[in-house]
T-cell receptor, first 111, second 117 residues
Framework: EDKVVQSPLSLVVHEGDTVTLNCSYE??????LLWYKQEKKAPTFLFML????IEKKSGRLSSILDKKELFSILNITATQTGDSAVYLC???????????FGKGTMLLVSP | GAVVSQHPSWVICKSGTSVKIECRSL??????MFWYRQFPKQSLMLMAT?????????EQGVEKDKFLINHASLTLSTLTVTSAHPEDSSFYIC?????????????FGPGTRLTVL
C-alpha cells in the first residue's frame, strides 16, 4: 500500500489559472514533507514542511502542511507555461534518512 | 543551496558491459548518499543507501551484485551497473542529505540517463 499518495495524477490548465496539488501520507514517525519540481532532469527542491499550519511561500508557489489530517497542498497561482512539470511529494520519517516519494502530479499549462 | 553533481549525464552502452556513474557533493560532505532509479512516467524508486566507509544498504528486490556501490570518500559515491542489459535502461539519480535549519533535506544530482542496446 502506498505511503504517499498524490492527486490528481495529471492536470491540464490554461495560463493564468490557479492550481492546487494534493499530497496525503501515512507514515509511522513523520519528520518532514518535501515538494520537488521535476522537468526533464532530476527533481529540484521547492519546499520542506515540518510544522502544521505554517505556509511556505516562494513567488507564485506556496505550500502548507496539516499534520492532523496528514496532508499537504501545493498552490501555484497565475500559472505560466514554465510551470509545466511533474511535481513530486516526498515524506521523511524520523530515524531514517531516506524519503518516500509519491507518484507525482503531471501539470501541463497551456498557453 | 547544496550542489550535487553526477557524471556522466547520459551513456549508451552495449548489452553485457559495465557502466560506472559518479555522484559528488560539491560544497558539503555527505556520509550518506542515495541512489534512485526512475522509469518513464514513474516516480523515483530508491535503490540503495550508500554509506561512507561501510557497505551500502540495498532496497528489497535490488541485486547488490549487479548494482555495485562504493562510497569512497565524504564527497563521492559511485554506482556501477555490471553486465548491463536493456531492461537496466533508466534514469539514475543520486541525492545527498543536507542539514539546514536543523532539518535534513535532500538535494539531487542532475541524473544519468542510461541506455543499454
Amino acid at each position: 500500500e502506498d505511503k504517499v499518495v498524490q492527486s490528481p495524477l495529471s492536470l491540464v490548465v490554461h495560463e493564468g489559472d490557479t492550481v492546487t496539488l494534493n499530497c496525503s501520507y501515512e507514515v509511522t514517525n513523520f519528520r518532514s514533507l518535501l515538494w520537488y519540481k521535476q522537468e526533464k532532469k532530476a527533481p529540484t527542491f521547492l519546499f520542506m514542511l515540518t510544522s502544521s499550519g505554517i505556509e511556505k511561500k516562494s513567488g507564485r508557489l506556496s505550500s502548507i502542511l496539516d499534520k492532523k489530517e496528514l496532508f499537504s497542498i501545493l498552490n501555484i497561482t497565475a500559472t505560466q507555461t514554465g510551470d509545466s512539470a511533474v511535481y513530486l511529494c516526498a515524506v521523511g520519517e524520523s530515524g531514517y534518512s531516506t524519503l518516500t516519494f509519491g507518484k507525482g502530479t503531471m501539470l501541463l499549462v497551456s498557453p | 543551496g547544496a550542489v550535487v553533481s553526477q557524471h556522466p549525464s547520459w551513456v549508451i552502452c552495449k548489452s553485457g558491459t559495465s557502466v560506472k556513474i559518479e555522484c559528488r557533493s560539491l560544497d558539503f560532505q555527505a556520509t550518506t548518499m542515495f541512489w534512485y532509479r526512475q522509469f518513464p512516467k514513474q516516480s523515483l524508486m530508491l535503490m540503495a543507501t550508500s554509506n561512507e566507509g561501510s557497505k551500502a544498504t540495498y532496497e528489497q528486490g535490488v541485486e547488490k551484485d549487479k548494482f555495485l556501490i562504493n562510497h569512497a570518500s565524504l564527497t563521492l559515491s559511485t554506482l556501477t551497473v555490471t553486465s548491463a542489459h536493456p531492461e537496466d535502461s533508466s534514469f539514475y539519480i543520486c541525492s545527498a542529505p543536507f542539514r539546514t535549519s536543523g532539518t535534513d533535506t535532500q538535494y539531487f544530482g542532475p541524473g544519468t540517463r542510461l541506455t543499454v542496446l
